[in-house]
């Protein structure tokens, strides 16, 4: 298996919290991240973490609530997410890059290998 798997999603009030998780072996992977997409509007990035874990990035949007991290010992991204929105619903997507080297990267085409999604519903 390379192209990664997402799970971890379903339906939650607001203010509840969600983990969702990413399975991505079969190569190394450099920077990966989280991308989600609304009906009816393009997929906008949430999160990115370095290889190392030890840089990351979030959306302006997320800031606060929502964590990414890594264990590649078990090829595993997580996204922990708290205080959760109405907005928030959308198809989140697992988002791995294998050309690169270093850094946490937000743009849709740094990356090369997407999972399925998985959806997160909040209701207000």
């Known amino acids: 298996q390379v192209h990664p798997v997402e799970s971890g999603g379903g339906l939650v009030q607001a203010g509840g919290s969600l983990r969702l998780s990413c399975v991505a072996s079969?190569?190394?992977?450099?920077?990966m991240g989280w991308f989600r997409q609304a009906p009816g509007k393009e997929r906008e990035f949430v999160a990115a973490?370095?290889?190392?874990?030890?840089?990351?990035r979030y959306a302006d949007s997320v800031k606060s609530r929502f964590t990414i991290s890594r264990d590649n010992a078990k090829n595993t991204l997580y996204l922990q997410m708290n205080s959760l929105k109405a907005e928030d619903t959308a198809v989140y997507y697992c988002?791995?890059?294998?050309?690169?080297?270093?850094?946490?990267?937000?743009?849709?085409?740094?990356?090369?290998?997407w999972g399925q999604g998985t959806q997160v519903t909040v209701s207000s």
């Open positions: 973490i370095s290889w190392s874990g030890g840089s990351t």
């Open positions: 988002a791995a890059d294998s050309r690169n080297f270093g850094g946490a990267y937000y743009r849709v085409h740094d990356y090369d290998y």
């Open positions: 079969g190569r190394t992977f450099s920077s």
